[in-house]
């Protein structure tokens, strides 16, 4: 018998607290496929603990943010601040934009939605950008979009923020997975346009634990986001690390190669085993199948966690596994798991 849908189960992947109590800890212990972060883990350099002795200091900050500015290709005229992770400054966002409702183009990342809804705003959600309202203020896009990996041309999105801004509107665009296709990115036109970009560190470098993230773009509201941060937004190692990591160009490019390898092996293996794909990016692959929650649980099962939507029963996330082991572990679990699904 299938365990009934929970819509009660954690709204983020990445914690398996939940699989842990629900399931126990399997033999091998948990292959976590639920999140959309790369299993390859940027070599870090070693941070000496007497750095944590004094605050986080100005000029470590300094580089930082310029080590951010030439990755993402931001113009140096545009205001480019850090932040503890991308999920604070998107949560700090509704208090400092214009005022009206939120216009965001969905299904996507939760928090979105979460964020606008507890400052009181009303929230539509519409399924893309033809559908936007003629009087919409506020505009959030996720590019590309969490979890279906659908994408939006740079030069679309210009010309959205143009037309907003005409009138006092401002596009907003979550860049979370743009380092994988920098031509994406809004963020080098931002000397032109008016909007908000918002870029997380952690899931390209693997470091999500590190909680750093980056805004940039509109000056007053980036600046009030600044303000709310305070002197110290993140910490000596977030400074450190991340700098590293945003300067090493050669490591981006292999990771971008390792990861499209591993996303190419990860779709074949789905197709093997006729899990049918909806979409996807190298990162993460959504799937759609009306028996999506029994998968997810004959997996968990067997220890492997795969993200699940309280609010589509029929979706189901897959992120990339590590190594040939992991690939090895869930090729097995899946030849069991479809048995009985067409």
């Given at each position: 018998m299938s365990i009934p849908f929970d819509a009660h189960r954690?709204?983020?992947g990445g914690d398996l607290t939940y699989a842990a109590a629900r399931y126990g800890t399997p033999p091998g212990g948990w292959l976590d496929l639920s999140t959309g972060i790369n299993p390859a883990v940027y070599p870090a350099p070693v941070v000496d603990a007497a750095n944590f002795a004094a605050?986080?200091?100005?000029?470590?900050?300094?580089a930082l943010i310029e080590a951010a500015r030439t990755a993402y290709d931001i113009p140096e005229s545009v205001p480019l601040i850090a932040t503890p992770g991308t999920e604070i400054a998107l949560r700090l966002l509704p208090l400092v934009a214009p005022a009206?409702?939120?216009?965001?183009?969905?299904?996507?990342?939760?928090?979105?939605?979460?964020?606008?809804s507890a400052t009181d705003r009303s929230v539509v959600e519409i399924a893309t950008l033809a559908d936007i309202p003629?009087?919409?203020?506020?505009?959030?896009v996720a590019n590309p979009n969490n979890p279906d990996g659908r994408s939006v041309a740079r030069a679309e999105l210009a010309d959205l923020a143009g037309g907003l801004s005409r009138k006092s509107g401002i596009l907003i665009v979550d860049e979370a997975f743009a380092d994988l296709d920098p031509d994406l990115s809004l963020a080098p036109l931002l000397d032109t346009v008016q909007a908000i970009v918002l870029r997380s560190f952690g899931k390209f470098y693997g470091l999500a634990g590190l909680r750093l993230g980056f805004l940039a773009g509109h000056a007053p509201i980036v600046g009030r986001v600044g303000d709310l941060l305070g002197a110290w937004p993140v910490?000596?190692?977030?400074?450190?690390?991340?700098?590293?990591?945003?300067?090493?160009?050669?490591?981006?490019?292999?990771?971008?190669?390792?990861?499209?390898?591993?996303?190419?092996?990860l779709r074949e293996l789905l197709d093997q085993h006729g899990v049918p794909i909806a979409g996807s990016t190298d990162l993460f692959f959504l799937v759609?199948?009306?028996?999506a929650f029994d998968i997810h649980t004959r997996l968990a099962e067997v220890?492997?966690?795969?993200?699940?939507f309280a609010y589509r029963r029929d979706w189901l996330r897959f992120g990339l596994p590590a190594?040939?082991?992991?690939?090895?572990?869930l090729d097995g679990a899946l030849a069991t798991a479809m048995r009985g699904f067409k």
């Open positions: 954690p709204s983020h605050l986080p200091g100005r000029s470590a900050h300094n009206g409702s939120a216009v965001i183009v969905g299904p996507t990342y939760e928090s979105h939605r979460h964020s606008w003629d009087n919409a203020a506020i505009v959030v910490s000596s190692a977030a400074l450190t690390i991340g700098r590293a990591a945003l300067a090493d160009r050669n490591w981006q490019q292999e990771a971008r190669l390792a990861i499209a390898g591993k996303a190419h092996r759609q199948h009306r028996d220890g492997i966690w795969t993200r699940h190594d040939e082991a992991a690939f090895a572990r």
